[in-house]
């Protein structure tokens, strides 16, 4: 598990401190936070191949060509043909070195058989051959590969090894000179012949072990005076650059913490998340169980970052690059463009081949020399096959740090081999920032993909389910039918959609037909009334008529009237 | 030179550190004992570590003192003061004198 232990932070050391001699080995510098104890010898402990020489050598190397300090290499162990020829193929150019006076090698042959004691002796002339050496080129770091040689050619002396030993140490003390000493791990002992003692200054062990067919190797920093140091085993390997040890990051829990998001690539999960998406340099988990469509959905994710113009890694652990662009391109998703682009890099490699600690090292080489802004692993959960339990979790987590620390957005997938257990084994869910799962849903005979979002730090998410659609078009989230059967997805979903769909136009049939009937209707009420009207007019016309001819006759009959009166007026006024 | 399988004159190369009493203890020890049983002479370079550490290096001494017999064939690498005088006579393959 990762603890404060491990991640050592320059506010984290004692105040007087010694200061440290930067290794340049990946990793390491962080795990002790800063390199070796300047001007102290070192005691690198480990059996043979454990790469006690190569950690040396590094070392002298990139004091020589990172850190300008030259270094002399004693070495019992091998002859310098072997030891060029061997370093060549991880990019150390001793020769070079050499002739640029940066380096100096001193090879010791020791034939036990060849050596008769004859009385005694002191090792004062390899002090000399030492001193000589580190004058000649002005060294500040020496490396001794291996002490144990000693032990071997002069077999009958081993106390007289050892106090020749020290007093080389009190030498290199007194000089200045960091230094790396290497040595054979013992049973009881920390060290074959207790050299411990008096190399207290801080002791490094090297371990190497064959787990389920796998090799592991694991680096220890035993103890260090007057400085923190990460107490845990470390994996390491040793790869084409040489010792990594990994994975480390050197940050603790303060980081840096992006507020920009960035799209999913699938509009309807953008939706459930916020409506904008995750958060950059987050960690997004897609668990489900086989064939729910993880690699389809991290997929768009890779092709959002690449539309974004970002580069993005893809590691693939069990389908291979082939693979995986023919069978995206089934859903629309044109993989081969980006990789033409060079903005999509892939790398493949079965889970079952190498260790943990080897695909996590390649992966930080390779995130190193692209410098994505979105890295996939699919699935991280292959990881998991060959390796002890906590570890797994540990080394995955740690690589979510680092990637995290990088500002880069980590998409991983994780197959859960059963649809009831919401864990992917890993114990990583409670790590990432967001946790998508996909689901199988079953009904009306068919089966459907569902996805829900378990959980989103920062952000308000959807906490429904949604029906995840993949199909020659592309990849769409679309809401799902509760009906009074349940969750309603696929054809079911189709049929209710179809069943509201004939509602409505039901319904607006219906509207249609009652807009008509009342047009209808406003007709023949207009008609009626047209004929009322006219009824009325020729009503009204008459009855004018009418009253005009009464009017005619009322003036008619008053005109007589008033004639009459008059001619009876006229008739009493004309008498005998 | 003669058909005779006559021994091989010793060539040696001794390496001490420096002048001190000790190495002179180591010197003349060695001398006396080349002395007394090389009948037919021997020859002695004597190197000081601290005076050609170059050599020191070539030769790939590790132990002072230290006594390199190159010649006759194999060589032989001594390391010690020359106290145990049998271990010396055999790896030299000087004949040793049997003690009753």
Known sequence: MLTNTDVVGLEDQPRFQLPKSPTGIDGFDEITGGGLPVGRPTLLCGPAGSGKSLFALQFLVNGATRFGEPGVFLTFEENRADLVANTGSLGLDLDGLERDNRLLIDVVTLEPESIVETGDFDLEALMVRLAWAVEKIGAKRVAIDSVEALFVAFSSKPALIRSELQRLFRWLKTQGLTAVITGERGVTTLTRHGMEEYLADCVVLLDQRVVAEISTRRLRVLKYRGSMHGSNEYPFLIGVDGLTVLPITSLSLEQKVSNERISTGVFGLDEMLGGQGVFRASSVLISGTAGTGKTTLATSFVDAACRRGESVLYFSFEESQAEIVRNMASVDLDLARWVGQGLLHFHCERATTLGMEDHLATMQRLVKQHAPALVVIDPVSSLARGATGLDVSAMVMRQIYYLKSAGITAVLTALNESEVVESTGLNISSLVDTWLRVVTLEASGERNRGLYVLKSRGMAHSNQIREFILSGTGVRIVPVYVGPGGVLTGSARAAEETVERDLVLGLDQKAAELATALEGRREAVETHVAALRADFETEESLTKRLMETTEERRQALQSDRTEQGRKRTVASTVKP | ?100
Do not use: W
């Open chain 2, 1 to 100: 030179m003669t058909d005779e399988p006559k021994p091989e004159r010793l060539h040696l190369m001794l390496f001490i550190s420096g002048a001190s009493p000790a190495s002179a203890q180591t010197v003349n020890r060695l001398r006396g004992l080349c002395d007394r049983n090389c009948p037919d002479g021997y020859e002695l370079e004597i190197v000081d570590v601290y005076q050609q550490p170059e050599l020191v290096s070539s030769r790939g001494v590790v132990a002072v003192p230290s006594l390199f017999k190159d010649l006759p064939l194999p060589m032989r690498l001594l390391a010690g003061n020359f106290t145990d005088e049998p271990a010396v006579l055999a790896a030299l393959g000087l004949p040793t004198t049997k003690d009753e």
